[in-house]
């Protein structure tokens, strides 16, 4: 089972960035993808999450209207395009896995979440 997250880097505040994660090791489109973050000296918290069937999505209000979740389940890869950056989106970015059985179902709550990716690393200057 693995997640693997990239397109971290370096970005100027009002730029973008595009995340992705790549799942292998088990049945991709029986998950919800979410993405969450933790910054330096601060709490890992929720970003974003989309339902297995793609039909439902959730976004944290601090992102809400600039970063974008979306998934392949053809390519069992899970996106999260990120506009409008600013200093504060800095932090290091997990793709995390929770088993579903309804298309439009999804959760906000990490602990509900049993497989992790690595994490990426998103540094956005002012």
């Known amino acids: 089972v693995q997640l693997q997250a990239s397109g971290g880097g370096l970005a100027q505040a009002g730029g973008s960035l595009r995340l992705s994660c790549a799942a292998s090791?088990?049945?991709?489109?029986?998950?919800?993808m979410g993405w969450f973050r933790q910054g330096p000296g601060k709490e890992r918290e929720f970003v974003a999450t989309?339902?297995?069937?793609?039909?439902?999505?959730s976004y944290a209000d601090s992102v809400k209207g600039r970063f974008t979740i979306s998934r392949d389940n053809v390519k069992n890869t899970v996106y999260l395009q990120m506009n409008s950056l600013k200093p504060e989106d800095t932090a290091v970015y997990y793709c995390?896995?929770?088993?579903?059985?309804?298309?439009?179902?999804?959760?906000?709550?990490?602990?509900?979440?049993?497989?992790w990716g690595q994490g990426t690393l998103v540094t956005v200057s002012s």
């Open positions: 989309i339902s297995r069937g793609g039909l439902g999505t």
């Open positions: 090791g088990f049945i991709f489109s029986h998950y919800a």
């Open positions: 995390a896995a929770d088993r579903t059985f309804s298309d439009r179902a999804y959760s906000t709550i990490p602990a509900n979440y049993d497989k």
